[in-house]
């Protein structure tokens, strides 16, 4: 037997992590399958059956979920103390910083610690630079207030605002930490709507991190975020978040969808698309100036998008935010002519598909004249 480990298949893929942690509660059956269920949605695996749990009389429960490309086993202990352990192997790429995350979070585990084991060529495919954010762990959906005053008189002091409105608009990087502003308000219009936490925000967004901007909304005099817009880049290892969702939950594949708007001459399509992430307004700030802040957002967005030459609009938006849109004359029409379809605690979400040319009408031509 060879006295060192040797990758007798280079040329196939193989990547396996453990997960290991101290939970803040015995962990029951139902809490396994519900982990290995949103466990094939966080690694962006086809599940071939529904998640399997036994018992040990000596040891406790034991789960496992079946995937096309693998699987995963789950194991936890009660005595001698309460403990967990995941083992993921599988033959497709996944990101395994979004794992631990979300294994931290599903069982709110007071220390985690997790070890790769993947074949010589999978780390530099998961562990690189497809990780989402940076490894400093910048992406953050709950804020303390502390933090919130921080980062919101960072933001201001900053860049200090060009005008004494009370209003005001700024567009920051998905990999500032300043982002998280954004993301806190995007968590907490969630959690109101569909009661999401901070573990499937993750979820959703997890991947498209280090892609995405955002615009966010301050009150100058109360040195307060109140809302939040999210724009997304595709991945080039993973293309767009709402295509991959039209595809999953509308069966509509990014060449049909090309097919059906148009697109199949336009070669540069994707570099000239923006994915509309949330329009987040916290209910408090809705009933006096809620439109005006949807309103200030995508403006906002579409401004920037003029002048990055940007052509099509693609989005999931709740049944909310489509007539949000609708009312302030924003022309969206159904994706590839899909139906409306319940997502992530929205029970009426629809795909939609737009040309920044058709908005606001004449506004493009005027910012494209304006910076020359």
Not at 342 to 350: D, L, R
Request: with cysteine; proline share 5%; glycine share 6%.
């Amino acid at each position: 037997m060879p006295s060192e480990y040797v990758d007798l298949a280079p040329q196939i893929l193989r990547q396996r992590l453990v997960v290991e942690g101290y939970p803040a509660k015995a962990i029951a059956e139902s809490e396994i399958k519900d982990y290995l269920s949103k466990l094939s949605e966080i690694t962006r695996m086809t599940r071939l059956l529904e998640p399997v749990t036994h018992k040990s009389d000596l040891y406790g429960w034991a789960g496992w979920v079946h995937w096309e490309t693998s699987g995963a086993h789950f194991y936890a202990w009660e005595k001698p103390l309460l403990f967990f352990s995941v083992d993921i192997y599988t033959c497709k790429q996944f990101d395994p910083k979004l794992v631990v995350d979300f294994t931290r979070d599903c069982f709110k585990a007071s220390d985690i610690t997790a070890k790769d084991f993947s074949s010589s060529s999978a780390p530099d495919l998961a562990l690189s630079e497809k990780a989402p954010i940076a490894p400093s762990g910048v992406a953050r959906y709950t804020l303390s207030d502390a933090d919130l005053d921080r980062l919101s008189r960072r933001l201001l002091a900053e860049q200090p605002p060009k005008a004494s409105d009370a209003l005001i608009v700024y567009r920051l990087d998905g990999t500032d930490e300043l982002s998280n502003l954004a993301r806190h308000i995007e968590r907490e219009v969630f959690e109101e709507s569909f009661g999401n936490d901070e573990g499937q925000m993750r979820q959703i967004y997890g991947l498209y991190e280090d892609v995405s901007t955002f615009f966010l909304a301050m009150d100058q005099s109360a040195r307060r975020s109140i809302g939040a817009l999210r724009a997304m880049r595709p991945r080039a290892d993973l293309g767009f978040l709402t295509l991959r969702e039209a595809e999953k939950y509308a069966g509509v594949t990014p060449a049909q969808f090309r097919a059906h708007h148009g697109l199949e001459a336009e070669a540069d399509w994707a570099d000239s698309t923006v994915d509309w992430g949330t329009l987040a307004v916290p209910k408090r700030h809705r009933a006096a100036d809620g439109h005006l802040l949807a309103a200030m957002l995508f403006r906002a967005g579409q401004t920037r998008s003029c002048l990055e030459g940007v052509r099509h609009y693609i989005l999931l938006a709740d049944a909310e935010l489509h007539r949000t849109f609708d009312m302030l004359g924003f022309p969206f029409a159904a994706l590839a002519g899909t139906r409306p379809f319940s997502y992530e605690g929205s029970a009426e979400s629809a795909l939609l598909y737009g040309r920044p040319g058709e908005f606001f009408c004449g506004h493009e031509a005027e910012v494209r004249r304006d910076h020359g």
